[in-house]
């Protein structure tokens, strides 16, 4: 396939087994892990947790990504598509949530196909780093339930700096647009578990409470209250080399989690917090070939 799925529109040739392009990876589904994951927001996770797929390669180029291992480093399993589907039933047998592809950008292609052949009996939950293009996200309209995407920086320069990609900002904005377009205001099943709907997220990065003030003021102006959750995470810790930015090579203060909680709870955003203690080593899952 000549690939233009990503913002990088690189147009990489990418062949089932040989990967090319930004992402360096093949056409065929490449994961890291399968697993029940109990760290997502509440109505994603449940009781019984949410059935994560982690697929290996990204579109985006964060210095600090915790999921380096599978993100920079491109550690993972070759898998097709009958494979791919097995394991999401496999998921279902264990009893998640839901079926949350992770990093999934690269795959719109591979994730498309899969849910115009099968429709799960559980919502499908597409978690991104918000790097995503709107022309790609219409490929997954009615097959997507929740959309769970970041909203890293609205400035270009910083996007450019920590994530290599200076039109991060209008991206992700036009991608939350249309996956809310989409799934519509967010609604629940009996148990509070979300059924279709739209969840923002940011990391709050050390000494940019401001980036995280502005990224809640679009959010509250763009959109009506009660369309989307936003989740505001904390979880930041300094994760490979920094050299080159190290500004970002210590955890986060107190003062500026509660400053960026305090702005959230002013702006009457609905949503999620966490606290300093979530910045462990737990939030990130070993990438083992669980699952896969």
């Known amino acids: 396939m000549i690939c233009n799925l990503c913002p990088r529109n690189c147009g990489a040739k990418r062949t089932e087994t040989a990967g ?6 093949p056409a065929a589904p490449v994961l890291a892990r399968a697993a029940l994951h109990h760290w997502e927001e509440p109505p994603i996770s449940g009781t019984r947790g949410s059935g994560t797929i982690f697929f290996s390669g990204c579109p985006l180029g964060c210095v600090f990504c915790q999921n380096e291992k599978i993100s920079h480093q491109d550690f993972g399993r070759t898998v097709t598509p009958d494979r791919l589907r097995a394991i999401c039933e496999d998921l279902i047998v264990q009893g998640a949530h839901n079926l949350n592809f992770v990093n999934p950008t690269h795959y719109v292609h591979v994730i498309a196909a899969l849910l115009k052949e099968w429709r799960p009996s559980i919502p499908v939950v597409f978690n991104t780093g918000g790097y995503d293009k709107s022309d790609t996200l219409r490929g997954l309209e009615g097959k997507v339930g929740v959309y769970l995407p970041d909203l890293k920086y609205l400035n270009g320069e910083t996007a450019s700096r920590y994530s290599a990609a200076p039109d991060y900002p209008e991206i992700a904005q036009a991608a939350i647009r249309e996956m809310v377009r989409q799934t ?4 629940f099943d009996d148990n509070g578990l979300l059924l279709r709907g739209t969840i923002i997220r940011h990391l709050i990065l050390p000494g940019q409470v401001g980036q995280a003030k502005a990224v809640m003021d679009w959010v509250a102006s763009t959109f009506e209250p009660g369309t989307v959750l936003f989740s505001l995470m904390s979880q930041y810790t300094p994760w490979g080399d920094l050299s080159a930015c190290p500004e970002l090579n210590r955890r986060l203060r107190p003062g ?22 979530s ?10 070939l669980t699952g896969v």
């Open 279 to 288: 910045a462990r080593e737990e939030y990130t899952p070993p990438f083992d």
């Open 256 to 277: 500026e989690i509660r400053a960026a909680q305090e702005y959230m709870v002013n702006l009457g955003l609905a949503g999620f917090t966490q606290e300093r203690t």
């Open 184 to 187: 519509g205001p967010c609604r």
């Open 20 to 25: 090319a392009g930004y992402c360096r990876m």
